[in-house]
């Protein structure tokens, strides 16, 4: 468990201030903003502790609140979606980093898209939890999507910042559907410290109405997407079709009725497992580390598709050496086969014209 979280400031195009954090250590892993959030309270909460916690065992977790949530800039000039973008661009940007995994939960899978389609250079893996690409004002519902967004923003508006808790749980009981009443009154106090009444309605009022269906199919990173079965606040039809608008994603449906998972319920060590080996290419972990930076190099082009004639030319070296380091390569990544190789190369991010040495 770790026992601190390092807070940070950083300013976004525009000028509004943005709070990030980071825990744990080794290779970096960002997760784009999600409402709602307060880095200081979801550190101690137990709605959001425990994916601290698990997010940060092998990876430094980098997160932020986005502008108008928790230490963020409240009531900020701009709540788009272009600016959301804006914002992480700025948390990357200041923590220095190249190249590392992104995490999208619920809206913030959006931004995580439409940063990787422009930055494709700096993603090398790509998680989508409880995403959606299209937002309730853009799935065809007609009358009844604006009435219900309509609805949902009167209610904050009457209620969010008052002491009269059955507004807010309205939302409350839509993430949590499977939460016990103290998990729901801890949803509900995050909403509150999380931010204003009206903040929230600029940020519902966004997010109803992005769409990266657009952006989706020019992700050029292995992406891995997973959507609870019976999520009661984003359907399940809207993370399957985020998958299958991601070229080669791969979809794992988890067994749950909550859109934030909860550390009790079998779907959360799920979770995690499918993560961790995505990101570490399904090899034991640090495998890909054991390699020379010449079997990196072959590993890059064998990603791509080249044969071992192509390889050698490439590299300037005999089609025999090619053939025992392709052997090396096997017995470090405890693989049998070349496609093997392959498929573990492209979900570790090979084979996308990046650099990965």
């Not at 963020?72 to 000039?77: A, F, G, T, W, Y």
């Not at 952006?215 to 299958?244: K, N, W, Y």
């Not at 890059?300 to 192509?310: I, P």
Request: glycine residues 8%; proline residues 4%.
């Amino acid at each position: 468990m770790h026992d601190r979280q390092n807070l940070r400031f950083c300013t976004s195009s525009d000028g509004v201030r943005l709070a990030y954090a980071t825990t744990g250590s080794g290779p970096p892993l960002v997760k784009a903003a999600n409402w709602l959030s307060h880095l200081e309270f979801d550190w101690r909460s137990p709605i959001w502790r425990h994916w601290i916690e698990g997010l940060s065992r092998r990876h430094t977790y980098i997160r932020y609140d986005t502008r108008g949530c928790g230490l963020s800039d409240r009531d900020p000039p701009e709540i788009s979606f272009e600016s959301w973008v804006h914002d992480l661009e700025a948390v990357v940007d200041a923590t220095k980093l190249d190249r590392f995994p992104l995490l999208g939960i619920s809206q913030g899978g959006a931004i995580a898209v439409a940063y990787a389609v422009r930055h494709p250079e700096r993603v090398s893996h790509l998680v989508l939890y409880g995403a959606f690409a299209r937002g309730r004002l853009k799935r065809g519902s007609g009358q009844d999507g604006i009435d219900e967004t309509l609805l949902m923003c009167k209610l904050f508006e009457l209620g969010w910042g008052t002491d009269n808790r059955s507004f807010r749980q309205v939302f409350a009981n839509q993430f949590l559907p499977g939460g016990s009443l103290e998990l729901i009154e801890a949803y509900d106090e995050l909403q509150r410290q999380s931010a204003t009444a009206s903040d929230a309605v600029r940020v519902l009022q966004a997010s109803s109405q992005l769409d990266v269906t657009a952006l989706a199919p020019q992700i050029s990173c292995p992406t891995l997407v997973m959507h609870a079965r019976d999520d009661a606040r984003v359907p399940f039809e809207e993370g399957r079709l985020f998958a299958s608008l991601i070229p080669g994603a791969r979809f794992v449906p988890l067994e749950s009725r909550n859109h934030i998972l909860l550390e009790s319920e079998p779907a959360w060590p799920r979770f995690l497992e499918e993560v961790d080996a995505f990101l570490s290419g399904g090899s034991a972990p640090g495998a890909f580390a054991e390699l020379t930076s010449r079997e990196r190099q072959l590993l890059e082009f064998l990603a791509r598709g080249l044969d071992n004639h192509q390889i050698a030319a490439h590299l300037e070296l005999s089609e025999k050496t090619v053939r025992n380091m392709v052997s090396s390569i096997l017995a470090k990544l405890e693989l049998e086969s070349r496609s093997a190789a392959i498929v573990r190369a492209r979900l570790a991010g090979f084979g996308t014209g990046a650099t990965t040495s």
